[in-house]
């Protein structure tokens, strides 16, 4: 049962709010168990600040290329735990397109870009969805290009997101383990690294031209 059916099941049986109260748990059990902490932060988010080393950030990953991601998860997801993280994944999405919209800043290594995870359509077709994104006037794409000799991101991933009430809150993830981080010196660090990380990336449109030239469009 999904979150509106069980309000609207709440209002029927005249639950006063009983049932409502179970929507943001069900909302978190549809994400991996890593990244439950922080879906309802990235949710409510103001600005993104991310920086991806080895997969595309799920923000921007197109349904096949996210469900390609699943399917090679190890050890093996089963097939319902699979759609129902690629629908809570897609869903995600939607503050790509939240009004007022929030800043996204996504900085992403060339490097990973050029692996065709899923085969030759299913990583053009994500590469042209990049593009897509690029276009909306308040998200930044940028790319860390191969030619940099800088030794770039050895702290891994990671994200900065500003809440509503305008404090900045770190999150970083890998092998099923995750932290949401709020100690405002390491936080400050992570703004810090990421700006410096940032000032090294191809410029928005530099970078689109970097993509297109992938795709062999120029």
């Not at 993104?48 to 991601?69: D, F, I, K, N």
Request: proline share 5%.
């Amino acid at each position: 049962m999904d979150a509106e059916t069980i309000e609207k099941v709440d209002d029927v049986l005249g639950g006063e709010g009983l049932l409502k109260a179970t929507v943001p748990y069900l909302e978190e059990e549809r994400y991996a168990p890593q990244f439950r902490n922080f879906a309802p932060i990235e949710a409510k988010a103001v600005s993104l600040w991310v920086y991806s080393t080895h997969v595309l950030h799920g923000l921007l990953q197109t349904e096949a290329y996210a469900r390609q991601v699943f399917v090679d998860h190890w050890p093996p997801v089963a097939a319902e735990e699979i759609e129902n993280r690629l629908t809570a994944r897609l869903d995600r999405q939607a503050l790509l397109y939240r009004d007022p919209p929030p800043v996204l800043c996504f900085v992403l290594e060339e490097t990973f870009l050029r692996r065709k995870v899923g085969g030759d359509l299913i990583w053009r077709e994500q590469l042209h969805h990049l593009l897509e994104c690029g276009r909306l006037p308040h998200v930044s794409i940028q790319l860390i290009p191969l030619e940099c000799e800088e030794a770039l991101g050895s702290e891994g991933s990671m994200t900065v997101a500003e809440t509503s009430q305008h404090r900045m809150l770190g999150y970083v993830e890998g092998q099923g383990q995750s932290w949401v981080i709020s100690d405002r010196a390491v936080v400050s660090e992570m703004v810090q690294r990421h700006a410096n990380i940032r000032g090294m990336a191809l410029s928005p449109k530099d970078s689109a031209r970097r993509i297109q030239r992938l795709l062999g469009e120029r």
